[in-house]
C-alpha cells in the first residue's frame, strides 16, 4: 500500500531527486517532491525558439544498464517510457592538422578506424587500454558506485591487488600516454576527464573507467531530445503515488531534535515528514537550507560550462550527432580552468546537433547546435556579467573558423540565425550550483571519492542527499545512482 512506510519529502526535481523519489514510492513510501521550477529534470531542460528546439544540459547519455534497474525495481521496463537509440557513430572527432575519427562502441570497427586515421600502431595499444578500462569498472563498480558511500571499513577490506588495480597513484593522462603513442588518441581518451568536470593532468588514472562506460558499453540518445528522460522520470514518479509540486521552492529544512522533520516552503507553509531527501547541490543546500550549519566549502568545485544554443542556417552532413573540435593545447585549456580561473581562450568545443536524429528539432533546411566549451567554477577571476557577450563572440568566431578548416561552409557570418546562451552564473541562479559547477565536485585529487559527501547527513538524522555533489558524483548515470543510494540508506534506517 503506497505510503504505509512513511512520509519523505525530496528537495529537488532533478534526475537525483526524481530517482530516490521513484526508488522510495516503489518501496512503499508516501512522497511529496516540491521543486523550485516549473517542470522536471533540473540541468536537464529543453528551450524553444523560431522552430528550434535544443535540449540544455546533458547531452551523452551512458550506463543505460543504471536507468534499467531503476525502472525494473518499479515493477516497469524502461523502454515503455523512452526510446533509447545507440549511438553510431558515438563522437566525431576533428583537429586543427586536418586528422578525424569517429569514436565507435565496437572494438573491431573502432580498432579499423584507429588503423585508418592514424595507422596501425595504436591498435594494440587501445586494446589494451579497452581490457585496462574494464578491469577498473570490475574493480571499483561495486564498492564506489553501484552503492552508497563507502566506509572506511568497507575500503580496508578490499583485497590488496584490488587497491593496487584501482590506479590512483597515476593521473589519467599518464595511463592514457602509457598505452598510445599518437597524440591525438592521446587526447581524445584524456577528454573522458571532463565527463565528470576534472582535469585529465590531475584526475587519479581511476577515472579511466570512463573510457569502458562509453566506449565499451555505449552512449545513447533518446528519441525526441534528452529532456524526455526527465519526463518520463516525472511519469514514473506520478504512476507510483509520488505528488509533485512545481514551482514550491523549499526556504529551509526542518529539524528537531537533531533529526530531519520537515520543510518549510517559501509561501511559509510547513510539509511535515518523517525523513528529507536534498537534491539541491549540497553546498548550496547547506548554505541556503541550513542555517547555521558547518560550511562545506573544502572540496573544489568541479569545472562549469560557457553554453551556446544556435539555430543556423543549412544542412552539414559531414558532422555527426556528436562532434569534438579540440584546441592544439589541451594542457593550457585545463590549466586556465582549474589554475587561472579564466574562462579559455582557446577550448576544446563541443557541438551536439540532434536535429541530425530528430529532424523537427529545427525547420527544413537548418540545424539546432548545442555548443559547449569548459569554463572554470564562479571567481573573482571572470566576471561572467560583463565578458558574457565578448566571450560568446569570440566563441562563435572559433567554432566557424574551427568548422571552416574541416568542412565547407556557405557564408559562414550569416549562418546563425537564432542564439540563446547559459553561462555559469546563469547554471548557479537556475538550479542553485555552488559556483555554477556542473558536477558538483571536481575528481582532481587522489582522495576526492572519499571525501565527497555520502548519501546520509553525517549530523542531522533523516537527512538524505541526492545528486551531482554527492556520491557518487555527477553525470546523468551517476546522479541516478545517488538516488537509488539515498533511497536505499533511508529505508535501511526506517525499518519497520
Ligand atoms: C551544460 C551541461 C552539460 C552536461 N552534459 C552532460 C552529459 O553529456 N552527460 C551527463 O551524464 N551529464 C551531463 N551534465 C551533468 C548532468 O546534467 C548533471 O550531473 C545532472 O543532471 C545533475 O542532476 P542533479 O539531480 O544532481 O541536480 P540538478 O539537475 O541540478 O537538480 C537540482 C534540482 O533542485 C532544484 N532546486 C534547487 N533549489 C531548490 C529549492 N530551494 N527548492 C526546491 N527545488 C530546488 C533545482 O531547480 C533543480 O531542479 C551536463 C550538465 C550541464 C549543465
Known amino acids: 500500500?503506497?505510503?504505509?512506510?512513511?512520509?519523505?519529502?525530496?528537495?529537488?526535481?532533478?534526475?537525483?531527486?526524481?530517482?530516490?523519489?521513484?526508488?522510495?514510492?516503489?518501496?512503499?513510501?508516501?512522497?511529496?517532491?516540491v521543486e523550485k521550477l516549473d517542470r522536471p529534470g533540473g540541468k536537464m531542460g529543453e528551450v524553444r525558439a523560431d522552430g528550434f528546439r535544443w535540449d540544455t544540459g546533458p547531452s551523452v547519455l551512458t550506463m543505460r544498464h543504471v536507468y534499467e534497474r531503476l525502472f525494473r525495481a518499479a515493477g516497469r521496463d524502461l523502454s515503455d517510457y523512452l526510446d533509447l537509440l545507440p549511438l553510431d557513430p558515438i563522437t566525431r572527432y576533428f583537429w586543427r592538422d586536418g586528422a578525424t575519427i569517429d569514436a565507435v562502441a565496437d572494438e573491431e570497427a573502432m580498432c579499423e578506424n584507429i588503423r585508418r586515421a592514424f595507422g596501425p600502431r595504436d591498435v594494440d595499444g587501445y586494446r589494451r587500454f579497452m581490457r585496462y578500462a574494464r578491469r577498473l569498472h570490475d574493480v571499483v563498480g561495486n564498492p564506489f558506485l553501484y552503492r552508497h558511500k563507502p566506509g572506511w571499513r568497507d575500503l580496508i577490506s578490499l583485497p590488496?591487488?584490488?587497491?593496487?588495480?584501482?590506479?590512483?597513484?597515476?593521473?589519467?593522462?599518464?595511463?592514457?600516454?602509457?598505452?598510445?603513442?599518437?597524440?591525438?588518441?592521446?587526447?581524445?581518451?584524456?577528454?573522458?576527464?571532463?565527463?565528470?568536470?576534472?582535469?585529465?593532468?590531475?584526475?587519479?588514472?581511476?577515472?579511466?573507467?570512463?573510457?569502458?562506460?562509453?566506449?565499451?558499453?555505449?552512449?545513447?540518445?533518446?528519441?525526441?531530445?534528452?529532456?524526455?528522460?526527465?519526463?518520463?522520470?516525472?511519469?514514473?514518479?506520478?504512476?507510483?503515488?509520488?505528488?509533485?509540486?512545481?514551482?514550491?521552492?523549499?526556504?529551509?529544512?526542518?529539524?528537531?531534535?537533531?533529526?530531519?522533520?520537515?520543510?518549510?516552503?517559501?509561501n511559509g507553509a510547513v510539509i511535515h515528514a518523517d525523513a528529507v531527501v536534498c537534491?539541491?547541490?549540497?553546498?548550496?543546500?547547506?548554505?541556503?537550507?541550513?542555517?547555521?550549519?558547518?560550511?562545506?566549502?573544502?572540496l573544489e568545485p568541479s569545472c562549469s560550462g560557457f553554453v551556446l544554443m544556435l539555430g543556423v542556417r543549412g544542412v552539414h552532413p559531414e558532422l555527426a550527432h556528436h562532434n569534438i573540435f579540440f584546441t592544439g593545447d589541451y594542457r593550457r585549456e585545463f590549466d586556465d580552468i582549474f589554475d587561472r580561473r579564466v574562462a579559455p581562450r582557446d577550448p576544446t568545443l563541443y557541438l551536439c546537433i540532434t536535429s541530425k536524429t530528430d529532424p523537427e528539432h529545427a525547420p527544413a533546411g537548418h540545424e539546432n547546435w548545442f555548443v559547449l566549451v569548459n569554463a572554470p567554477f564562479l571567481s573573482p577571476n571572470f566576471d561572467w556579467s560583463s565578458e558574457a557577450d565578448r566571450y560568446a563572440q569570440h566563441i562563435r568566431g572559433l567554432l566557424i573558423a574551427n568548422l571552416g578548416r574541416a568542412i565547407p561552409l556557405a557564408e559562414p557570418q550569416a549562418m546563425v540565425q537564432v542564439e540563446r546562451r547559459f553561462t555559469p552564473l546563469d547554471l548557479q541562479m537556475a538550479y542553485g550550483g555552488h559556483r555554477g559547477a556542473i558536477y558538483g565536485f571536481s575528481s582532481n585529487t587522489r582522495t576526492t571519492a572519499f571525501m565527497r559527501p555520502g548519501n546520509r547527513d553525517r549530523d542531522i538524522a533523516r537527512l538524505y542527499y541526492a545528486g551531482g555533489s554527492v556520491h557518487p558524483g555527477g553525470g546523468v548515470p551517476l546522479v541516478t545512482l545517488s538516488g537509488l543510494a539515498a533511497a536505499e540508506c533511508l529505508a535501511q534506517d526506517l525499518q519497520p
Request: with cysteine; glycine share 10%.
Open 1 to 33: 500500500m503506497i505510503g504505509n512506510r512513511g512520509h519523505v519529502v525530496v528537495i529537488g526535481a532533478g534526475i537525483g531527486g526524481l530517482s530516490a523519489a521513484i526508488r522510495l514510492a516503489a518501496r512503499g513510501f508516501r512522497v511529496t517532491l
Open 160 to 266: 590488496l591487488t584490488d587497491v593496487l588495480k584501482i590506479d590512483a597513484l597515476r593521473t589519467m593522462h599518464q595511463a592514457v600516454s602509457a598505452h598510445f603513442k599518437d597524440p591525438h588518441l592521446v587526447q581524445l581518451f584524456d577528454r573522458f576527464a571532463t565527463y565528470n568536470g576534472s582535469s585529465p593532468y590531475r584526475a587519479p588514472a581511476t577515472l579511466n573507467v570512463i573510457a569502458h562506460v562509453e566506449m565499451a558499453q555505449g552512449a545513447w540518445y533518446p528519441r525526441g531530445g534528452i529532456f524526455r528522460l526527465a519526463r518520463a522520470w516525472e511519469r514514473l514518479a506520478t504512476e507510483l503515488g509520488v505528488e509533485i509540486r512545481y514551482a514550491e521552492p523549499a526556504q529551509e529544512i526542518c529539524v528537531q531534535g537533531g533529526a530531519a522533520a520537515g520543510v518549510r516552503l517559501a
Open 279 to 298: 537534491n539541491v547541490d549540497y553546498t548550496w543546500a547547506r548554505q541556503t537550507l541550513l542555517p547555521g550549519s558547518a560550511r562545506a566549502d573544502r
